[in-house]
């Protein structure tokens, strides 16, 4: 009887430890959410082609939406993300290369093979008046998995108070941390507004509500929504 309640007790431990040990790495992914050196492109990506560039700006900030193409047939992780606001004059007004940033916004968290990224930064902050951005795609941080974790956006309507509400539901297996739901609004075929939610853990299966606040006018615009898995694998 002391044998068999040893065996069970050693059991018992062995699955808090198995426990304890995802929980840690989870936190350890967690915290490495800051980007504790500025951002250096070594190596520009083969893969990833920078499109269309719009810079947007009100009196509650100003934001970059970069339109980023995987042209390859794999997925990417871990894109790196460069990009300059100038003035009219060509003049550099503000650049994501500072120590400290969120990793969100200096690199994309992964593109699916053949697809295109509207990735976005809210968080521009500058004197003057910004009228373009230019920007890089650095080679991704490694190669993803053929197919990326499936997380679907949907719901997304403009509030009375110009925010954008939806919902964004992780149907794989793999939890998500700080899942970044990017959301763009078009009018005419032209980008009016974007803005951006982070949903700080998504379990596997389980849905969430997020709120975004589009720098830009969304009146009348369509709204378009997506959230490239951050985690694509257990």
């Known amino acids: 009887m002391k044998v068999a309640a040893l065996l069970v007790a050693v059991v018992a431990l062995c699955g808090c430890e198995s426990t304890q040990s995802k929980s840690a790495r989870l936190e350890r992914s967690a915290k490495r959410s800051l980007h504790e050196k500025g951002l250096v492109i070594k190596q520009p990506s083969r893969d990833v082609a920078v499109g269309a560039t719009t810079v947007l700006h009100d009196e509650n900030g100003t934001a970059a939406v970069i339109e980023l193409r995987n042209r ?124 951006r939610a982070i949903v700080p853990r998504l379990k596997p299966g389980a849905s969430a509500t997020f709120t975004a606040f589009p720098i830009g006018d969304p009146t009348g615009a369509k709204l378009e929504a997506s959230a490239p898995p951050t985690v694509v694998a257990p």
């Open 72 to 195: 390859s047939a794999r997925s990417l992780v871990g894109v790196p993300v460069a990009f300059s606001v100038r003035d009219g004059a060509r003049k550099k007004l503000f650049a994501n290369d500072a120590p400290g940033l969120d990793t969100s916004l200096v690199s994309a968290g992964s593109i699916a093979p053949n697809a295109t990224l509207e990735w976005i930064n809210d968080q521009v902050t500058l004197d003057g008046d910004p009228r373009d951005v230019v920007a890089e795609a650095g080679a991704e941080k490694r190669e993803g998995p053929h197919a990326l974790p499936e997380i679907n956006v949907d719901s997304v309507a403009l509030q009375d108070d110009g925010s954008a509400a939806g919902k964004v539901t992780n149907r794989s297996a793999v939890e998500q941390l700080r899942l970044v739901v990017y959301v763009i609004a078009r009018r005419d075929g032209k980008v009016v507004a974007a803005g």
